[in-house]
């Protein structure tokens, strides 16, 4: 089974990056994107039996910094 | 003064700080990021800056999970000291040794120059070769500096004097131009500059001494 991860800065952190997409956008001429937000997205390929929450302690402790991300899991 | 020096893949201070520590008169022994165990009688561990792991997933991230950083965060619960440079300040942010985390830049940039640093406080056993206010010329090189906590983090900082060092011109958007910070018992400190880069006349600049020269006083072998 699979489990997909979605890693995202919390609001109100900076996000650099995000921001640099932004004006390259602006620059390009692609009008009205008014904001960017850069995340990441981790895929595990797990053994069968693996729950939601097993995946939720690996982002608490690892996948995700929750000083200053935000995460989702998605099971498949 | 017994140091030990973290070397994980992709350190590379680490034998400018092991030199910084033994120009000081301390005995330093360096530890394999796969070791468990810090060496016997060990008063302070130094986490080294450079590239662990690549940086990988996040800077910090995977070193702050090695089996050497559950020892490491166990000596420092014990009431032992702690520094970390750079790379070192962002591992134990990611332990939770010390609290925040550090951004990319605001800028983007990679920076390498030589920054102001005015000691923000005088009472820790790192700063107090230093005079509070002095400014000093300390090295900086890094990518994701920008010092960030949620406003309540820094009030404790700023209410529990936990601040150690501040930029005098802000290179990366740290809040509160944040450039290196003490843990609760003030035996643990981070910083993004390297004072180990400013260490003998040779690097051009020698302000980093006082700091290890304090250490190595307050630590003395009795």
Same mark, same amino acid.
């Given at each position: 089974m699979k489990a997909r991860v979605h890693v995202m800065l919390k /609001? %109100? =952190? *900076?996000?650099p990056q995000g921001e640099a997409v932004r004006h390259a956008l602006g620059a390009m001429g692609?009008? %009205? =994107?008014q904001g960017v937000r850069q995340g990441k997205v981790i895929e595990l390929d797990l053994a069968e039996g693996a729950t939601q929450a097993d995946v939720e302690q690996m982002c608490e402790k *690892? *996948?995700?910094? /929750?000083v200053i991300e935000s995460y989702t899991v998605e099971m498949a | 003064m017994r140091a030990a020096v973290v070397v994980f893949p992709g350190s590379n201070c680490d034998r400018d700080l092991a030199v910084a520590f033994e120009q000081a008169g301390a005995e330093v022994t360096m530890v394999w990021h796969k070791d468990s165990e810090l060496p016997e009688g060990i008063d302070i561990v130094g986490i080294p800056g450079g590239f662990s792991y690549g940086d990988y997933l996040r800077c910090g991230a995977i070193a702050a999970n090695s089996p050497i950083c559950k020892s490491v965060a166990a000596h420092a619960a014990r009431g032992g000291y702690v520094m970390g440079v750079c790379n070192g300040f962002q591992v134990l942010t990611e332990t939770g040794m010390l609290p925040g985390a550090l951004l990319r830049n605001a800028g983007l940039k990679y920076i390498c120059k030589t920054v102001g640093l005015k000691v &923000? !406080?005088? &009472?820790?056993d790192f700063t107090a070769g230093y005079a509070k206010g002095d400014v000093i010329d300390i090295p900086i090189a890094h990518h994701d500096g920008n010092y960030f906590a949620d406003a309540e983090t820094i009030a404790a900082l700023k209410g529990e004097d936990r601040i150690a060092f501040s930029y005098t011109d802000n290179p990366n958007g740290a809040i509160a131009d944040i450039a290196g910070i003490l843990s609760e018992n003030r035996r643990v400190l981070g910083m993004m500059p390297h004072p180990e880069r400013a260490a003998d006349a040779g690097h051009g600049? !020698?302000?980093?001494?006082a700091l290890f020269r304090a250490l190595a006083g307050a630590l003395a072998t009795a």
């Open positions: /609001t %109100g =952190v *900076l996000d692609f009008d %009205g =994107v *690892l *996948l995700a910094n /929750t | &923000a !406080t005088q &009472a820790s600049g !020698t302000d980093g001494v």
